[in-house]
């Protein structure tokens, strides 16, 4: 594993391959990507560096690659304000670096940079109803855009859901979540994956999603939402994306974010049990993804009781719990 500095020296490496002359790299973090700040003598034109570090088997080249594509053709089909990437001088959108001491290859891409602001609170209703837009217009051109061949992106369907399941046993073997607990999350997937098989494919209701719509993933520029990390983009269901936005809102920004989407787009009649649905396997898709980081073991193995008894046992039961507190 890399220092900081041994990182940006591949950033830097990297940098040589496009048309970009850095005043200054900063470093931002550290997750899936490490990434860097590109400063040039123009205040207008700063750019994202991202070093691809994940070993997971989404995380291939050509499965960047086709992230990237999505990116570009939003940009160039739609008047959203995305992340657009960088091709180097070569014409590529993906540049593999060799690091200075040994053979391990890195996959380095970079971004323009997005302006904006980053929420630490909730969104207010305003916002809350542009950001429903902006979910509305990434749902359009996904129904109309036709990837190209070689597309190569994650599926969130049952599949999924059970890689989730079984990550969270993980935390059940170490004695973090009981068996009790655990049996309720199990019976929630298998509801959910039932929902997933039995609910039609159709251009108006699946395709490419961004999936990862949090407050850490958009900005507010001049009150108006720019998506940004588009790393987990895949196929899945519309409403999909939306419950992932929903495990973020409040009851009553939920509503907002309902009403102003279906200015754009109808939703279907039984779209409060699908959101439902989706929305306790969202809970298990976050949940399983925190669970990889034994920093937050402690913090998971708290929430879960208040969590099995608010969602998954009401979603078993049958009982609303997406739209009102105390609805039953």
Request: net charge negative.
């Amino acid at each position: 594993m890399l220092s900081e500095e041994e990182y940006a020296k591949v950033a830097k490496e990297s940098l040589i391959q496009y048309p970009i002359i850095c005043d200054e790299l900063v470093y931002l973090g550290k997750s899936d990507n490490v990434t860097f700040l590109v400063h040039t003598n123009d205040e207008n034109q700063k750019y994202l560096i991202k070093i691809h570090i994940s070993t997971s088997s989404n995380k291939t080249k050509d499965n960047i690659e086709s992230e990237l594509i999505w990116l570009e053709a939003l940009d160039g089909d739609t008047d959203l304000f995305v992340p657009v990437p960088i091709r180097n001088l070569e014409g590529d959108l993906v540049t593999e670096i060799s690091t200075y001491h040994n053979d391990n290859k890195f996959i380095v891409t970079i971004h323009h940079w997005v302006n904006g602001e980053v929420l630490m609170r909730e969104p207010t209703s305003n916002e809350t109803a542009n950001l429903a837009l902006l979910m509305a217009a990434l749902h359009k051109h996904s129904m109309q855009w036709n990837a190209p061949d070689g597309f190569n992106r994650p599926i969130y369907n049952s599949d999924h859901l059970y890689l989730s399941l079984n990550q969270l046993k993980h935390l059940l073997n170490l004695e973090l979540m009981s068996s009790e607990a655990f049996a309720y999350v199990e019976e929630s997937a298998h509801k959910i994956a039932n929902v997933i098989q039995s609910h039609k494919r159709l251009q108006s209701n699946w395709g490419i999603i961004h999936s990862d719509l949090h407050e850490s993933n958009y900005v507010f520029y001049e009150d108006i939402p720019r998506p940004i990390d588009f790393s987990n983009c895949g196929y899945g269901f519309y409403l999909f994306d939306m419950a992932e936005t929903f495990l973020h809102l409040s009851f009553e920004n939920r509503k907002i974010f309902i009403a102003s989407y279906s200015k754009v787009h109808q939703l279907q009649e039984n779209y409060i049990e699908l959101l439902e649905a989706f929305f306790i396997w969202s809970i298990i898709r976050t949940f399983a993804f925190h669970s990889l980081n034994p920093i937050e073991h402690q913090s998971l193995a708290e929430s879960f009781p208040s969590v099995i008894e608010d969602y998954f046992i009401k979603y078993l039961k049958g009982e609303h719990f997406l739209l009102n507190s105390h609805e039953n």
